[in-house]
């Protein structure tokens, strides 16, 4: 998990629907991010949670009634709207979506949409009839054309007893898009290729040669560079991660196949991180039924794979593009030899041989080195702080290649 919502005041406004009880969930994640939460309810949304739960879960007062002496002695609407970083409306109903895009405030909920200066996301959920209708679709886009995020309902079983799209985004895609709303927008407008994950290359119908790579790095990488608003696909080997809420994906399986998909992708990118553990080798021939056990041994014979980094060098143009270089020896030495030989902007040598870091571990430790001679020695830190740190080191770097 990302750090970014540490310290920061996230509002959450309820309104009268029945995925309020989605919204409980969302406090408590907000709040083991760090967050500092205040949960504001509609009178409508209190007969669906009581106040005393939010207010348990998220250790601030609730504010419910803009006409309260003692809440509004406490904290005061104007005080909330002033304080926030970000404010979710989350379950948004039909009537709040409207009132917002006509600019109502008669509830504590709308005031405060009114008052803030904050970044403001709006998560509709309700029936899939009141989503389609033209009405609340009008709406929706009045307020995205505004700059409100719009979170889009999903689709699936509705608490009505419908089936389409209504239902409220899931608690860990409305935390992502909060975590995104936070975050200084320092790659908007660029478009970021990562790789991920090992490749496989087969000997036969059931057998192949790959690594350990869980694809976590990768992955990490690329929910991060979403976040600070760049437009992100994912490149993946087999790996066993779900995509990240915001990202593309294209999944690969060999190394040709990660090959003819990164080039593919190249010519739209403006940046590519190639993080995936692509097989150097494969075996000359793949056989097209199961190889049989024999009591004498099995000779391989192995060819190169193409190399993606270096075949990519003639187009790179000022396209930012990270190598990594995963080492288990002299790893400062081999990395640098990788950043000249493949023409990269950046490269990020891990030592790949030490249990608690590298391959499948949750973290990992780094030296970055650049073309203009630079060298930073990030140490031992889960994943996701990595990510953000190397991607702290591309934002800087590619000021002056931009
Ligand atoms: O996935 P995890 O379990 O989280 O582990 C993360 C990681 C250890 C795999 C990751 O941090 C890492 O080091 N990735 C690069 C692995 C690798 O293949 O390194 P390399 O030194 O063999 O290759 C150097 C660079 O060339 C890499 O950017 C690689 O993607 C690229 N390459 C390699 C072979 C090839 N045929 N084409 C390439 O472009």
Request: aromatic share 4%; proline share 5%; charged share 25%.
């Amino acid at each position: 998990m990302s750090r970014c919502l540490q310290g920061k005041h996230i509002l959450l406004g309820l309104t009268g629907g029945i995925a309020c009880y989605k919204s409980a969930e969302l406090v408590r994640l907000l709040v083991r991010e760090g967050a500092d939460v205040h949960v504001l309810m509609t009178p409508a949304a209190q007969q669906f949670l009581t106040p005393l739960t939010l207010q348990s879960l998220s250790g601030n007062s609730v504010a419910t009634d803009l006409f309260s002496l003692s809440e509004e002695l406490h904290v005061g609407h104007i005080r909330l709207a002033d304080l926030a970083d970000a404010y979710l409306i989350a379950p948004a109903t039909a009537d709040v979506v409207a009132k917002l895009a006509h600019g109502n405030a008669d509830d504590v909920v709308t005031t405060v949409a009114l008052a803030t200066r904050a970044p403001l996301l709006v998560a509709p959920s309700m029936n899939v009839n009141m989503y389609e209708h033209p009405a609340v679709q009008e709406n929706l886009e009045r307020l995205a054309r505004r700059g409100v995020r719009v979170i889009p309902a999903a689709e699936g079983e509705l608490a009505c007893g419908w089936h389409g799209k209504g239902r409220l985004a899931e608690p860990p895609v409305l935390l992502a898009e909060v975590e995104r709303a936070v975050t200084p927008p320092v790659f908007a407008g660029e478009r970021i290729v990562v790789t991920a994950g090992p490749t496989r290359e087969f000997l036969d119908p059931v057998r192949f040669l790959t690594n350990r790579s869980s694809g976590k790095m990768g992955f990490a990488l690329a929910a991060a560079a979403w976040r600070r608003g760049a437009e992100v696909m994912l490149v993946s080997g087999p790996v066993s991660l779900p995509t990240p809420h915001g990202v593309a994906r294209r999944n690969v399986v060999s190394a040709a196949e990660m090959y003819e998909a990164v080039a593919d992708e190249f010519s739209r990118a403006t940046m590519l991180v190639m993080c995936a553990a692509v097989a150097d080798y494969r075996p000359a021939v793949c056989q097209p039924t199961k190889v049989k056990k024999q009591s004498k041994g099995w000779t391989l014979e192995l060819q190169p794979t193409i190399d993606i980094l270096a075949s990519l060098k003639p187009q790179k143009g000022n396209r930012f593009v990270v190598g990594f270089a995963a080492e288990t020896d002299q790893v400062e030495e081999f990395g640098r030899e990788k950043l000249e030989r493949k023409g990269l902007d950046l490269v990020v040598a891990n030592d790949v041989s030490r249990p608690e870091a590298g391959m499948e571990a949750d973290m990992n430790a780094a030296i970055l080195l650049d073309r203009f001679g630079g060298r930073i020695e990030l140490p031992l830190m889960n994943k996701a702080d990595l990510a953000e740190a190397i991607l702290d080191r591309i934002a800087e770097l590619r000021q002056r290649t931009a």
